[in-house]
């Protein structure tokens, strides 16, 4: 049995969250697991449900000052997060330097792995190595290339030389990092515990039901999404799941955001959302799997490269998906499992939509059957994060 340390990086309930949950029941089989969050959000009562004990940074450091420094592809320019970027970095050698080795130093267990979460938390590998423990990073984003390199290096090289092993959840996203010789690629688990109940969704039998997750985030392609609509015929229905957009409680970023044209757009998508008699707004929930089960097919139009773990949740129970040509996402959809639009081009959205609402039951289940196929090949052939734990 070894002891690990996992330290996670998220405030949300998102997908990086699901996927730490199948993480930790996975390994806490063989080991003792325990967990440093953070940040102190909604994740925490989620991280303890699962049995393992959470620790929360003791130094103030990290409530008042310390920010991630991300550089992923899933994103857009912004003039806020670019200005953000250069404290950013220096919250990032602070950590690396002096703050993250007290940090792990101060923790009431004798870990001998230390298990990064994120791609954007590569600095406490450095205090990790300096304390004689073994160190896996968990590449879960896209590391972008950006315009010099810069940014990408920083992190790159860190990896290189502190990471004992790196677990990939896409090829993609491991070819982006390219230190293929400690990589292993790991597609995340899909987690069924707790995301479904016994009551059933009983949909209206004039409609065709889809399901879209990922709420009101530009980089999941809320903005195409949404200008679909109005060419989606009258028979479809779309269970829409996720959060809300958040417009930034400081009065400075809300001025500088005005010269984002995203922004002047904004308020219009989601007053065409709201109105969109197509939409059946659900918000966050638990029990997404009742609604993959209530739905034909899953909308998942990225507007931006990044592994997505519901098209693995609705193969995994024989869903088609619908998703953008952006790079990375043929390495698990095809068109036998799935359909594809031109990232950017909403009209063929719709076009896709309309074309699955009308598939007669015997092309449905052909499509159907080929998901779930996939699924099963996929998990199949998956390492598993405890391999490259016993092989540390």
């Known amino acids: 049995m070894k002891k690990i340390l996992i330290i996670h990086h998220g405030i949300g309930v998102g997908g990086g969250l699901i996927a730490l949950l199948g993480l930790i029941e996975e390994i806490k089989k063989k080991n003792e697991v325990r967990v440093l969050s953070l940040f102190n959000s ?12 959470v620790y929360l940074p003791k ?49 009431d267990f004798d870990y001998d792995i230390v298990y990064l ?19 896996i990073i968990h590449v879960r984003e896209p590391l972008a290339k950006g315009f010099l390199g ?19 959840i896409s090829y993609d996203n491991a070819e982006r990092v390219d230190l293929r010789n400690i990589t292993t690629v790991v597609y995340d688990p899909v987690v069924f515990k707790g995301r479904h109940t016994s009551i059933k969704i009983l949909p209206d039998p004039k409609y065709k039901y889809f399901l879209y997750l990922g709420g ?56 065409r959302l709201n109105q969109s008699d197509k939409i059946i707004k659900i918000g966050l929930v638990d029990n997404i799997f009742d ?63 309309n074309k699955i609402a009308k598939l007669d039951s015997i092309q ?11 699924y099963d090949e996929i998990l199949g052939k998956n390492a598993s994060v405890q391999f490259v734990i016993d092989g540390i």
Request: aromatic letters at 14%; a positive charge; glycine letters at 4%.
């Open 117 to 135: 979460n994120s791609t954007f938390i590569s600095e406490w590998s450095m205090a990790s190595k300096k304390l004689g423990k073994k160190t």
């Open 42 to 53: 909604e994740a925490v009562e989620y991280i303890k449900k699962t049995g393992v004990e």
């Open 216 to 271: 009101m985030q530009r980089i999941k392609g809320f903005e195409q999404f949404v200008k679909s609509l109005s060419n989606i015929n009258d028979d479809v229905r779309i269970y829409f799941l996720g959060g809300d957009y958040i417009h930034s409680g400081n009065k400075m970023k809300r001025i500088i955001s005005i010269i984002d044209p995203y922004m002047w757009r904004i308020n219009s998508l989601i007053a």
């Open 364 to 374: 449905y289940q052909i499509i159907s059957e080929n998901a779930k196929r996939k």
């Open 150 to 168: 810069i940014r990408k290096a920083i992190i790159r090289n860190v990896i290189k030389q502190y990471c004992d092993r790196i677990i990939a």
């Open 59 to 107: 130094s103030k450091f990290y409530s008042k000052f310390y920010r991630l420094f991300i550089h992923s592809e899933a994103s857009y320019f912004s003039v806020i997060e670019f200005l953000e970027s250069f404290k950013n970095i220096l919250m990032f050698f602070l950590n690396q330097f002096f703050f993250a080795k007290r940090e792990l130093k101060s923790l």
């Open 291 to 353: 609604y993959y089960s209530s739905s034909i097919a899953l909308i998942s139009p990225f507007s931006k490269p990044h592994a997505s773990l519901p098209i693995l949740e609705a193969f995994s129970i024989g869903k088609p998906v619908i998703v953008s040509d952006i790079e990375g996402m043929s390495e698990i959809v095809s068109v036998q499992n799935g359909f594809f639009f031109k990232n950017n081009n909403y009209k063929e959205l719709a076009i896709v939509i």
